[in-house]
């Protein structure tokens, strides 16, 4: 039984160091999930204290618990409906006011709480004063100070929290609405109170304070209830415009009247984080030190990655000889040779490129850059119908449009949040690069590499053009007024940026162990079938699919065996490399795929150009469409990206092998 | 003292008292519950064509020229 087991959720608002607790509090035994329904991460993890199970959930960061975005009612719904026995509020001590106004909503809630007062060094440094024990008294909460980064308070934290857990008796704490407020919620109250099933699962005073408010998420608990209709009407009556910001200012009074005994000389400062902002987001500088530290970012990232790359691609390579010269039957040596290592270990190839590029981001993320990026982007970005919160996932699409995806769910208004899913396929993931390097190098000898960067930037041109137009057709209307905290500069320690590395780049691995490895099989046996055909030859399963869609796609100057890669690639682009690799009867190895490449003539520069625009913009991988499915929640949007893609890579590599071929390119 | 005007009015580097937001209801809460309370000094850090920095509370936020007019501001 779980009897002994003690649940702690962790609380705070987005840019506490909450995440640093976390880490500090449960190391290397975390394990990320999803919140059940929904796609947003769940964090959790375990830690032994004084030979007592905790078990700790990190809780998305919020500044209050109402439902203004799906982060709030994540929070907020773990908390009711789960009743973790401890929440850990972690506080951010430098900014004691707007902290402490998620501490109110939390005593409403009835739940538990231990503040950890994090950053307290920092707070310490500007010369603030914080009584503590004032603080607990007036709140009635302990207060344990802590320095997440370095793990300093953890001990004391957890020592309270198992504390605090034992203690039975709960005291409730309220925050007074005063007169006309009051009464109101005494009447909401003793109705609510005549259904058994809602008072035992809510804080009957917080469901009505947060009916008074307007939360819809919390009208919907009191659905099929018996006081539902007596409720309704209550509250038609009211003039809740009236309430919703009366009480946020009455929490912020009680707060005002505790502040100024609880902390002394706590007043705001001119910080180099200030002096840092009047560069970086500088009229003139900002836009040339962006581009410059993405430029930084993106070669670095191909200058570590290439000889950890390297040594993956010969490890394969040798271990795929390995296995063909000593396996027997001749069968499983080809299916586990030509099919397995073949296709799954080229995905593992690009693996060191998006790891290293998600480091980057994440390193640019934790020092507070990338918010500012976002800021200094705003401005484009709401030319092209979106604003600088899309920036972020777009950036992130270069390295793996899965978590890019995920990462769109800061953004609060729907249409804004389904426009930026919709182009984010369209930013040329890693997966795409081997496509490109393998067609520019056979085909473009001096220009390759002008030719693989081109095709990133027909990838943005595609996703700023397409945002353009689904803004102007079918998802009309103005970007979203977006507001988005710009937390202080901060050294990025590197535990973080790979933790924060890891949680992105996993999923690429998961990707590659489930359906790249599923792909590399059906290809091998397409490729095999029926048997005793040439491995990969016309008359194999795969020869036939191929000249069945070779019609659809001669138009374009593909014949058969880039019809049946170009098939395959919806698995995952990286497979239309590999499947060439069989198709073209080169295997593995990258030499020999190109020369007989060159050798074919049915490919050649113009229509390997269209062929790399095909790849690039052609339906979202296997892995994407799933996310985009879970993300949107739609299938009709998902069909849509779906056929969007299609439509345009065909109408691109239609263009450029027709023009290439009236200027003589042909 | 002078006269009431939405925050995207404001130059940049001077600090003035919120005096009334007027979002929506959401966005009204939203706002007040990130610290844009009623009386809060804002100061604009950076102005840029409509997307401003303003610091509320010594935290700093970036917010573009929709939101930027729905927030009034007196006393600068």
């Known amino acids: 039984m779980k009897d002994k087991r003690i649940r702690v959720a962790l609380a705070g608002n987005p840019n506490v160091g909450k995440t640093t607790i976390f880490n500090a509090i449960t190391g290397a035994r975390q394990h990320v999930g999803n919140w059940p329904g929904v796609t947003v991460e769940r964090k959790s993890g375990r830690k032994v204290h004084k030979g007592i199970a905790i078990e700790v959930v990190d809780l998305p960061g919020t500044y209050s618990l109402t439902a203004y975005s799906l982060d709030e009612v994540i929070a907020r719904d773990y908390i009711v409906d789960e009743r973790p026995d401890v929440v850990v509020h972690i506080v951010d001590a430098t900014n004691l006011e707007r902290n402490l106004y998620l501490t109110t909503q939390l005593m409403e809630l009835g739940a538990k709480v231990v503040i950890a007062l994090n950053m307290s060094d920092l707070a310490d440094a500007r010369g603030d004063v914080i009584d503590l024990k004032r603080m607990e008294e007036f709140l009635e909460i302990p207060v344990i100070k802590t320095v997440g980064s370095k793990e300093f308070g953890i001990d004391e934290l957890l020592d309270e929290v198992l504390r605090e857990a034992e203690k039975g008796e709960h005291h409730e704490h309220e925050i007074g609405y005063g007169g006309e407020v009051e009464e109101e919620i005494n009447e909401l109250e003793n109705i609510l109170g005549d259904d058994e099933e809602l008072s035992k699962r809510y804080p009957l005073r917080w469901l009505s304070v947060k009916l008074l408010e307007g939360d819809k998420e919390v009208q919907k608990k009191l659905e099929g209830s018996q006081v539902e209709d007596r409720i309704k009407k209550i509250l038609d009556k009211m003039d809740k415009e009236k309430y919703e910001t009366a009480m946020v200012d009455k929490r912020y009074e009680a707060i005002n009247a505790v502040l100024p005994q609880v902390c002394s000389r706590c007043v705001e400062k001119v910080t180099a984080s200030d002096l840092i902002d009047r560069v970086l987001t500088n009229k003139y500088l900002g836009i040339p030190i962006f581009l410059a530290l993405m430029w930084g970012a993106f070669e670095l990232t191909f200058t570590f990655a290439t000889p950890f790359m390297d040594f993956i691609d010969f490890s394969f390579a040798w271990l795929a000889g390995f296995v063909s010269e000593n396996l027997e039957p001749a069968w499983l040596a080809s299916l586990i040779g030509d099919g397995i290592i073949g296709g799954v270990g080229f995905v593992l190839i690009f693996i060191p490129n998006i790891f290293i590029l998600f480091l980057m981001l994440s390193l640019l993320e934790d020092s507070g850059y990338l918010a500012r990026a976002a800021f200094i982007m705003d401005r484009l970005m709401y030319k092209i119908g979106l604003h600088g919160k899309s920036f972020i996932p777009m950036l992130m699409g270069f390295g793996c449009n899965v978590p890019a995806i995920m990462a769109t769910r800061s953004i609060e208004d729907k249409n804004d949040r389904l426009i930026t899913i919709l182009i984010n396929p369209f930013m040329s993931c890693g997966a795409r690069l081997p496509v490109y390097v393998l067609l520019a190098g056979a085909f473009f000898g001096k220009e390759a590499g002008t030719v693989v960067f081109s095709m990133y930037v027909l990838g943005m041109v595609v996703a700023i053009l397409s945002a353009k137009l689904f803004r102007t057709t079918l998802l009309k209307g103005k970007p979203a007024p977006f507001i988005m905290e710009l937390p202080p500069y901060r050294l990025p320690t590197l535990k973080t940026g790979i933790i924060h590395m890891w949680e992105r780049g996993s999923m690429y691995l998961k990707k590659a162990g489930t359906v790249i490895l599923l792909g590399a099989i059906i290809v091998w046996l397409l490729a095999s079938l029926p048997w005793g055909v040439e491995y990969g030859a016309e008359k194999s399963i795969a020869g036939m699919i191929g000249h069945v869609l070779e019609p659809l796609v001669a138009p374009l100057g593909f014949d058969w065996k880039i019809a049946v890669a170009l098939l395959f690639g919806f698995l995952a682009k990286e497979i239309v490399v590999g499947s060439m690799g069989v198709l073209y009867g080169a295997g593995e190895d990258e030499t020999a795929l190109t020369e007989s490449l060159q050798n074919d003539p049915n490919i050649y520069p113009l229509n390997s150009l269209g062929l790399m625009a095909f790849t690039l913009i052609y339906m979202p991988c296997l892995a994407t469409v799933g996310v985009i499915r879970k993300e949107t929640g739609s299938w009709k949007w998902t069909l849509f990206a779906i056929v969007y893609g299609i439509g345009l890579a065909w109408l691109i590599s239609f263009m450029i092998f027709r023009v290439g071929g009236v200027l003589g390119y042909g | ?76």
């Open chain 2, 1 to 76: 003292m002078c006269k009431v005007m939405p925050l995207i009015m404001v130059p940049e580097g001077k600090e003035c008292r919120i005096s009334d937001i007027h979002g929506g209801r959401g966005l009204t809460r939203h706002l007040t519950e990130m610290g844009f309370t009623y009386h809060a000094p804002v100061k604009v850090l950076r102005s840029e064509k409509g997307s401003l920095i303003v610091a509320v509370n010594g935290c700093k936020y970036a917010l573009s020229k929709g939101i930027a007019m729905k927030i009034m501001v007196g006393e600068c």
